[in-house]
């Protein structure tokens, strides 16, 4: 139903290629800042550091939990934003074709 109406008028076509292309862009931004904060997050093993002797002091340890822990908090919430706008999107182009 929404589509033939959609589709009759070529503005209503031309809006919801916009909101397409909005929502590629919007889900291309979230997964790169995404794939850059999971690259800024610090390895849960240890590999070669676990040879060194390295002290850390209590308030370094806290402090890098500290970031690590929102770093791993803002993951989660673009891949919550990015699993949306994949949802959003496919639900448009189902209205679209019906």
């Known amino acids: 139903m929404l589509s033939n109406v959609l589709l009759l008028s070529d503005t209503g076509f031309k ?29 849960n093993s240890d590999g070669i550091q676990g040879i060194t ?7 370094g340890k806290n402090k890098g939990r500290s970031i690590e822990s929102k770093l791993k908090k803002w993951s989660w919430i673009l891949l919550g934003v990015i699993a949306a706008l994949s949802i959003v999107l496919y639900i448009l182009q189902i209205m679209m074709q019906a």
Do not use: P
Not at 19 to 38: D, E, G, K, N, P
Not at 53 to 59: G, K
């Open 15 to 43: 809006i919801y290629i916009s909101f397409c292309y909005i929502f590629l862009v919007l889900t291309f931004i979230a997964a790169l800042i995404t794939v850059i904060i999971i690259l800024f997050q610090k390895s």
């Open 53 to 59: 002797a390295s002290s850390e002091t209590f308030f």
